[in-house]
């Protein structure tokens, strides 16, 4: 929610973003408008927009909860609560959205809260912000996480001390905020990068490709943005790529690691 930033510097720099995008002609007066209306109504998530989609589409999305607050994140552990029932109830997977990437107890308590929250057995992680360190891996497999998918880079999955590490290749914010804090790209430009990625890993013979994607940005006050994830899944459904969450991908490598 919006103003569970009353104590950083999100709100303004939101306020700013908007503003310089709507000057910039990247954005629409009515998506503008948008924004400031979901300001007011103190909304900035659109869960279940997208779960909706999601199911419609028949997409196994996993989802990343955060247990902890820090680096921009402030909501409540109830509210944790609440959204990781709904989406187990939805059946969807559900994962850890860390913070702690280099302090070992930490990472621990980390676990261990959203093990109070979660009936999973197996879970795994991705990071606020993709943070990492070099030790971030060994880590996360020591604590007993079933994989990590933080890490940007065109490669397969690969283990490391019994860790699966999925690297991420695609991210909205890469697409639509290149090299800057605020959006610089079109609709169309998002997507011809994203065709070039779908080939770069087609010729590198990339087995699992994964997808990131914010639910704040299915709406239409960043209409570029859900423009692109649905152009996205109907692109790749209709160029025959099929759908696959972590646990599912975890245990067809296994088979084959084994």
Known sequence: MVWEHKHDLIIPKFLA???LEL?????????YGARLREFWKNRWQNLEELMAFDQKN?????????????????YRLSDAQYWIN??????????????????????????????????????????HY?????????????????????????????????????PLHIMDGYMFSVKRRWQNQTFAQAVETTKRLMD?????DLK?????FHDRYFSSSFQAWKDWYCWLIDWLRINQYSFINYDEAVNELEVGHG
């Open 17 to 19: 973003r908007a503003f």
């Open 208 to 212: 699992y490709f994964t997808i990131l």
């Open 58 to 74: 028949q997409i196994p999305s996993t989802f990343f909860i955060a247990v902890a607050n820090g680096q921009g994140l402030s």
């Open 130 to 166: 993709l943070r990492h360190s070099p030790d971030m891996l060994t880590l996360l497999g020591r604590l007993g996480y079933l994989y990590d998918c933080s890490c940007y880079a065109q490669q397969n999955p690969y283990r490391v001390d019994g860790l699966w590490e999925f």
């Open 23 to 31: 000057t910039l002609g990247y954005i629409s007066l009515s998506e």
């Open 200 to 204: 770069s890993a087609s010729s590198q």
């Open 86 to 127: 709904r989406l187990n109830s939805a059946h969807f997977s559900v994962g850890v959205h860390g913070i702690a990437c280099d302090n070992p107890v930490l990472m621990k308590k980390e676990l261990e809260i959203f093990r109070g929250l979660s009936p999973r057995n197996q879970i795994g992680i991705r990071m």
